[in-house]
């Protein structure tokens, strides 16, 4: 990692949220070396506890944040967030709007009481008329047309990751920096909202601006009108599947070479794009077939020499096995308070060739970090443990 890169060093984050939203915000501006300490209740963030498909929720977007506990049903633990927010740059939370004034903490409340700091909500719309609508990443993928557009006609499909959640804590921490640097123009805080709703609104833009432009709609992805001679998934002869690509006329003579077929290569009806894709319905079978009598390890090989698109058909766990992904610096490791670890992509970015990282990423336990974060206000061992609302065991 590139020693001494930590564009937010000095930067201290608050965070109140669970799930991904919110969380993965606080992770992103860790990463740039903002410290970043997790507010959770004193039972712990709900997310920690998820099984299945959620079980990776809290490790992956909470990968090197201090943990402190405060119980804000209690006066002492509102009060300590309040002391801990008078020494914070940046507020990041997921909260219904309603729940944060009741509690006292509305972006308005604290930009008066502290001028200067950044307040980043990280919610489900943006303000207008849904702006009290509870929204979670399919819901926001149904209302779109993102889940219209995934699957085919009649068969609405959420696409298979996390990704308005992650993309909308992403928005949030770039209106952070955003505000960051306004800041010291003119010394004042700002509030930032992030909308989850709008997030996937920019990501089916093209096809709202394709329907603007023409008065067309476009198909679902299943059923796309295809702008490209080749840009398919065939079977090698293993029986492996492979996406194969071929989008220029130089791509197609390519493939063509690779592939042995001369015949389509020199073919006079297929010497420009337009041709290629028109005759799409009979020389695909062809592609297919020779595709087909071809070892997996022969066609990436010569696919990669000739410099067309290709990928094999990989899941998530393959990710491991990946030599890409295993080189240094592609993925990080980190420590589960439980015992263990797992590893996870950073940043995708690199500074001067270098990947970018701000720090430790390990896995803080429930509150371990408590009692030096809220000492360190002034709190004495009696008022921490009325704020953080735990107990000694013989309590």
């Given amino acids: 990692m590139q020693p001494g890169l930590r564009p937010l060093d000095g930067i201290r984050v608050v ?8 969380p993965s915000c606080g992770m992103f501006l860790g990463f740039l070396g903002a410290e970043v300490i997790k507010v959770e209740p004193p039972e712990g963030d709900k997310t920690r506890h998820l099984t299945g498909m959620g079980r990776g929720f809290f490790p992956t977007f909470n990968r090197g944040k201090r943990s402190i506990t405060l119980d804000l049903k209690a006066d002492a633990g509102r009060d300590a967030l309040d002391q801990l927010l008078s020494t914070a740059d940046v507020f990041v939370e997921n909260f219904r709007d309603s729940s944060l004034a009741k509690m006292g903490f509305a972006p308005e409340v604290l930009r008066q009481k502290y001028p200067s700091l950044v307040v980043a ?3 489900g719309f ?3 008329p849904y702006e009290n609508r509870t929204a979670m990443d399919e819901v926001v993928q149904m209302m779109t047309g ?3 557009m995934t699957g085919p006609s009649g068969r609405p499909l959420r696409i298979g990751s996390s990704a308005n959640d992650i993309m909308g804590g992403l928005f949030a921490a770039f209106g952070v920096l955003a505000a960051l640097l306004q800041r010291q123009k003119d010394g004042k805080g700002h509030s930032i909202r992030a909308g989850l709703f709008e997030n996937c609104l920019l990501l089916v833009a093209q096809h709202m601006v394709q329907f603007d432009i023409e008065g067309t709609e476009a198909p679902p992805m299943p059923e796309r009108v295809f702008s490209w001679p080749v840009y398919d998934i065939f079977e090698t002869v293993e029986g492996q599947p492979i996406f194969v690509g071929a989008v220029t006329e130089g791509q197609w003579t390519k493939l063509c070479e690779v592939l042995d077929l001369a015949e389509l290569r ?3 009806r297929l010497q420009t794009r337009p041709d290629q894709i028109e005759a799409r319905d009979w020389t695909l079978p062809i592609i297919a ?5 071809k070892t997996a390890a022969d066609l990436l090989t010569g696919f990669e020499a000739a410099g067309i698109p290709f990928s094999p058909i990989a899941r998530p766990a ?5 030599p890409h992904v295993t080189r240094p610096g592609g993925l990080l490791t980190s420590s589960l308070p439980e015992g263990g670890d797992f590893r996870a992509p950073g940043l995708p970015l690199e500074v001067d060739g270098v990947p970018l990282q701000g720090g430790q990423v390990d896995i803080a336990g429930v509150g371990d970090d408590s009692e030096t974060v809220l000492s360190a206000l002034g709190l004495g061992r009696d008022a921490i443990r009325r704020a953080t609302g735990i107990r000694d065991a013989a309590e």
């Fill in 15 to 22: 965070e109140m949220s669970h799930m991904i939203m919110g």
């Fill in 289 to 293: 077939a020779a595709i087909a009598r």
């Fill in 121 to 123: 909500s990280c919610k």
């Fill in 266 to 268: 020199n073919d006079p």
């Fill in 146 to 148: 993102m889940a219209y």
């Fill in 126 to 128: 943006l303000h207008g």
């Fill in 318 to 322: 393959q990710m491991y096995d990946d």
